[in-house]
């Protein structure tokens, strides 16, 4: 009878013991998925970028890089003018997407500021403005200064001995034909065209204006060069990279008009702190992006008519940011 009841303990036993083994194996598979979950479901999270060469190509680094570590990413990429994503951004209709820090200056009506000429002040300050008013984030910046200029043709530059913007604005002075192909914002907005005229004293009348929507200047530059409508200058960026081959020249600044505009990923507060690593992920990405990098990427996009996401794609697969 000892015996028997031996018996029957020790399997009592052994059966509680594989029903707490087996227990266990359920609660550690069920946490185990859970955590597997948890680690694929990331966003999802709406890239956007501006309707211009450079902005669709930052905007596809950005999508790739965040797609790659994980991400449910919402590809919104030419999404807009600068007011249009500014509105988007600060309404939570997009998450992220590649601003210039000298525009931050105007966001907060603080242009006349002398720190937006200097690349380090400048970005700070835009990180200090926009996180206080909007909870708006910027991430590490290019080193690349992607300011607002005016080309003009390689055979009026050559002709009249046109070499800076004081030489332009003397040219028309005295009268001599000049038709400006730009983006509307470039000629109503302050720190543009108006910026230039009143520094260097001259006026270009509507008439000597060619307003064409969007802020591609893929599409001003190819005006220029193809003289639509008598157009003989465009509005630019200093990282263009269609200029010499559409045979056209920068004007220089020679009075620093111009802010500095170093291009960085602006991201919402909520967003970073739900994924702080976004920040390790594209900070690397911009950081390598020198000037002559940008301007080579954009020419490959804007001469040799690749799609901006295969130029991104290519730049992050050889540089290693895809591994």
């Not at 919402?268 to 002559?292: C, K, M, T, W």
Request: net charge negative.
């Amino acid at each position: 009878m000892d015996k028997l009841n031996v018996e029957k303990r020790k399997l009592a036993k052994a059966s509680a013991l594989i029903f707490i083994a087996l227990i266990m194996a359920a609660l550690g598979s069920c946490g185990g998925e859970e955590t597997k979950t948890a680690d694929q479901k990331k966003g999802p999270v709406v890239v956007a970028s501006k309707i211009d060469t450079e902005g669709a190509l930052l905007g596809s680094m950005i999508v790739q890089i965040l797609e790659h570590h994980g991400f449910d990413v919402e590809d919104k990429t030419e999404f807009g003018t600068t007011d249009v994503i500014r509105k988007a951004i600060k309404a939570g209709e997009i998450d992220i997407y590649p601003e210039y820090t000298g525009n931050a200056a105007f966001f907060h009506g603080v242009a006349e500021d002398p720190v937006w000429k200097n690349p380090e002040q400048a970005w700070q300050r835009a990180r200090e403005l926009d996180q206080e008013a909007d909870d708006l984030r910027w991430l590490a910046p290019s080193p690349a200064n992607n300011t607002w200029a005016i080309a003009i043709r390689q055979d009026l530059a050559e002709q009249e001995g046109l070499e800076s913007l004081e030489d332009f604005a003397a040219f028309i002075r005295q009268g001599g034909r000049i038709k400006l192909a730009c983006s509307e914002e470039f000629a109503g907005r302050e720190g543009a065209l108006p910026s230039f005229e009143e520094a260097y004293d001259f006026h270009l009348k509507q008439s000597q204006l060619l307003i064409l929507s969007g802020g591609n200047t893929a599409t001003t530059e190819k005006a220029a060069a193809e003289q639509t409508d008598g157009v003989n200058a465009a509005m630019a960026y200093g990282t263009d990279g269609a200029l010499a081959s559409l045979s056209l020249v920068i004007l220089e600044d020679s009075l620093n008009v111009q802010h500095v505009y170093q291009p960085a990923p602006l991201v919402r507060g909520e967003i970073l702190d739900a994924y702080p690593e976004i920040e390790d992920h594209l900070n690397p990405v911009f950081q390598s992006l020198e000037l002559e990098t940008l301007q080579e990427l954009n020419s490959r996009i804007a001469v040799f008519g690749e799609a901006a996401s295969a130029v991104a794609g290519d730049y992050l697969q050889q540089r290693g940011f895809l591994e």
